[in-house]
């Protein structure tokens, strides 16, 4: 299950990529990146990766509370790095 999960992270990514480069003038667009985020979050700590399900939430919680596009796109550059580590990681094992 982990290594399906570690699979799709690309996918995943995308997906956020998409969705965040929408998100500031698009409220369906922020949906579905909140969505993405709270899948992700519930996904990376139930399969062990804390570090990711952190910075997902992390970055949920900025978009739920903050709107500021800014303190979001912060959030989000640290699960982006959090996920090409884990993508890097797996290259070279």
Known sequence: MRERFLDRLDERLDRIRRAMSLAPGDPVAAEDLRRELHSLVG????????????AAEASERTLRD?????????????LIACVEAYTRQRAHA
Do not use: R
Request: a negative charge.
């Open 66 to 78: 903050d709107s500021a596009p800014l303190a979001v796109a912060e959030h989000l550059a640290v």
């Open 43 to 54: 996904s990376a700590g139930t399969l062990g990766f804390h570090d990711l399900a952190a």
